[in-house]
């Protein structure tokens, strides 16, 4: 057998056990969310199907795939099918390039499905696809509902893409790189970027929690506005592939926020002392930090209500675009001229930004939260369906 | 690839790898589906075909009518556009920052002001509001 076909018998093997272990993870995240948010309203949660609720995923999966598809009257029926498959396609995709262990550490492979220097490009540009699978889902429902979820969806995700992109143009000038596995390297030499990047790190978080559609940001799916928004037509598996692409989205998030700011497969080495090696135990820090987001994720659900759509693009315009920018020539001014005092400056810096920002919570809250300009009683009659 | 760097250097392999990946991740949903298909009852009738409106006739709204949206969107996706083309500009200044400082930092400057004209254009215009 040739060498390269090997090679990509490999691949092949990895993709598919990735794509298992994420399928499983997300079903699993369905309970733990469920089980959790029950924790935090002092319920107790499903623990009837199996011990502990633990075969509730399997018998929701299993309802899934034996529920009647329907289609719509009006729904496009090519698109209509495409749409929940480009949905999971691009999610699943985008977390095979997440390192999880340096190169050769998986049983003599690469513990990672592929590794492009252009990483993190290759991941914003998946992740846009994924896009696509929200809103032709949601225009070829053939109603009115999907189609309003899914022009929210659409404008929320590619405005909260932006804020993303440009709050991790600091760590890129700090590190000089775009591939995942030199991020990590950087961070094991000179510590968590984290550190070195809170505001952009900040930023970061919030535009993943709108990415991924999440609350406090879920507007294409609130349910009390816009009947489920883009999933109301579906049924079926197809219903349960978005619901999955959304999961697999916050896994990837959170993985890629563990990788990006928190030294992604390494541990902290200020542990070596106590069990030498600790730092370097494979896939095991990956899975906690990974563990941690997603509790967060939860945490927030449980936590915060829902901006108004107005709000929402407010906030990712008005506050986080121009932030990013800043963070990014406040590193720009750093490297530039403050090299010689070292990297704790920086840190200190963008520390204090965040701090700036808590401090004036409350000029920076009137940038998103006021209500603009009244609309006149005449012009609003003639305004078009969809609303703010 | 600088000295020093421990880092791999990537083979061609790795875009076939992301290939790879992609088939297998969209065969999933391709599977599901087809299985879904297969597996579930087929008992169509006119009222479980209908479009959800609370149970009245659906109105207006769904593909090949001629319902009209907000230009807001639009106009959200051209500044997305635009902002995003300017942000691919800016990679490549990212990731070579270190090795041109201080010089390229005036160009940052430059370019960030360039953009931020354009950001107080659209913000004095009012289109980041959505009344």
Redesign the interface.
């Known amino acids: 057998m040739p060498d ?1 076909l090997t ?2 018998l490999i ?2 093997l990895k ?2 056990l ?2 298992f272990a994420l ?1 499983t993870t997300f079903a699993y995240m369905t309970l733990i969310e469920r089980r959790l948010l029950a924790r935090m309203q002092i319920r107790v949660g499903p623990n009837r199907v199996g011990p502990l609720g633990l075969l509730q995923p399997a018998a929701d999966a299993i309802k ?13 029926k090519l698109v209509y ?1 495409l749409a ?10 985008a977390f ?2 997440i390192p999880a262990g340096p ?1 050769q550490s998986l049983f003599g492979t690469d513990p990672w ?5 252009a990483g993190i ?2 991941l914003l540009a998946i992740t846009s696809m994924g896009v696509y699978g929200i809103f032709l889902g949601g ?7 999907p ?2 979820g899914g ?1 929210r969806s ?2 929320q995700m ?2 909260y ?2 804020g993303m ?2 709050s991790i ?2 760590l ?2 700090l590190v ?4 995942f ?2 991020i990590v ?1 950087w961070q094991a030499q000179q510590g968590w970027l984290i550190l070195f990047q809170v505001l952009g790190f900040a930023l970061f978080l919030v535009s993943s929690f709108a990415e991924t559609n999440r609350t406090p940001f879920d507007l294409p799916e609130a349910e009390q506005e816009l ?1 489920a928004g883009y999933l ?2 579906y049924s ?3 219903w ?2 978005f619901q999955m692409a959304e999961y697999v989205n916050m896994i990837t998030a959170s993985a890629v926020m563990a990788t990006l700011f928190f030294g992604g497969y390494r541990g902290p080495v200020f542990l070596e002392p106590f069990i030498p090696g600790i730092s370097t135990w494979p896939l095991i820090w990956l899975l906690l930090k990974i563990a941690f987001f997603l509790f967060l994720f939860i945490w927030v659900r449980a936590t915060l209500p829902r901006l108004r ?2 709000q929402l ?2 906030f990712g ?2 506050l986080l ?2 932030l990013a ?1 800043a963070n ?2 406040l590193t ?2 750093f ?3 403050g ?1 010689g005092v070292g990297l704790w400056l920086l840190g200190l810096l963008s520390l204090a930004g965040v701090l700036l920002l808590f401090a004036l919570s409350d000029r920076v809250r009137a940038l998103w939260n006021t ?5 006149d009683p005449e012009e609003a009659q003639v ?6 | 690839m600088r000295r020093g760097d421990k880092g791999r250097r990537e083979t061609p392999i790795e875009y076939a790898n992301f290939v790879v990946m992609l088939l297998v991740a969209l065969g999933i949903g391709v599977l599901a589906v087809i299985a879904s298909a297969l597996l579930g009852p087929k008992k169509a009738t006119r009222a479980k075909l209908m479009a959800y409106e609370s149970g009245n006739d659906p109105q207006g709204g769904g593909v090949g009518t001629d319902q009209r949206f907000p230009v807001h969107f639009y106009l959200v996706a051209m500044l997305f556009i635009v902002f995003d083309i300017e942000t691919a500009f800016f990679y490549p200044l990212a990731v070579a920052y270190q090795k041109l400082v201080p010089f390229v930092f005036f160009e940052a400057v430059t370019f960030v002001a360039l953009l931020l004209v354009g950001y107080y254009y659209i913000l004095k215009k009012g289109v980041l509001e959505w009344t």
């Open positions: 390269w090679q990509l691949t092949l993709a598919v990735v794509t399928l899934s795939i034996f529920k009647e598809d329907l289609r719509v009257t009006l729904a496009d099918t929940p498959i480009v949905a999971i396609g691009m999610a699943l995709t095979g390039g190169p499905v592929y590794q492009l220097d490009l290759a225009w070829a429902s053939g109603s009115k509902y189609i309003l022009l659409s404008a590619i405005s893409e932006l992109g440009l143009l600091g890129l000038m000089g790189s775009t591939s596995l030199r390297e009947v109301t037509e079926a598996i197809k349960a592939l759509y107005d693009m407010r315009w008005k675009l121009p920018l990014t020539l720009a001014a490297l530039a001229f090299r209500p603009t300009q009244r609309r305004r078009p369906l969809g609303g703010d």
